[in-house]
């Protein structure tokens, strides 16, 4: 079985914060990753130098997730590159017609998985080592711990206060 480290993934999500966090969750067990800041970037990248597996936001400016999709199954070189769709929009107004196109897709076209956002970082790191059929490295036990640590505390805060934390970090 392969590991981690031999695998390239891409990770694609027009949010700073999320873009590192999931680059940092794939790091953290030894996949190389490489990120792009929307739909455009994911196919100048994918060209360049194509990856093993990609994440992939669904809402984007320049180039939304499902026409990411559709400009890489028309590519025979692209066609099955598995993708993991990872989206806070799956069951409102900004994306619910599109996970209705994705699993309108024939199957060897959809994505493998469609994810919601918040994601785990365990989540995460076992759909891409199912997918790949990879074994991942171990993550460092303390880091793990604090990440799933935000992650809960992330889930369980209200609104407003998210809202504030944001303002303060200067988004």
């Known amino acids: 079985m392969a590991h981690a480290s031999e695998k390239k993934i ?3 999500d027009d949010e700073p ?3 590192n966090f999931l680059a940092a969750c794939i790091k953290d067990v030894g996949f190389q990753v490489e990120t792009a ?3 455009e970037d994911a196919l100048e990248k994918v060209e360049a130098n194509p990856p093993d597996l990609m994440t992939l936001d669904m809402v984007m400016p320049r180039k939304s997730g499902i026409q990411v999709i559709r400009t890489l199954r028309k590519n025979e070189r692209f066609k099955k590159l ?3 769709v990872i989206t806070a929009h799956a ?3 900004f994306g619910s017609d599109d996970v209705k196109d994705f699993y ?3 199957s060897g076209l959809r994505p493998r998985h ?3 956002k918040p994601i785990t970082p365990e989540k995460l790191v076992n759909a891409i080592a199912e997918i790949l059929q990879v074994e991942p490295d171990e993550a ?3 880091v793990s711990s604090e990440r799933e640590e935000l992650m809960q505390m992330i889930e369980q805060t209200d609104e407003d206060t998210l809202k504030r934390i944001t303002e303060m970090l200067g988004k």
Do not use: C, H, K, M
């Open 10 to 12: 891409l990770v694609v």
């Open 17 to 19: 914060d999320v873009r």
């Open 37 to 39: 800041v929307d739909g």
């Open 82 to 84: 598995p993708v993991i």
């Open 91 to 93: 069951n409102d107004e």
């Open 104 to 106: 309108a897709f024939t």
């Open 114 to 116: 469609i994810l919601e």
């Open 140 to 142: 460092s036990p303390q």
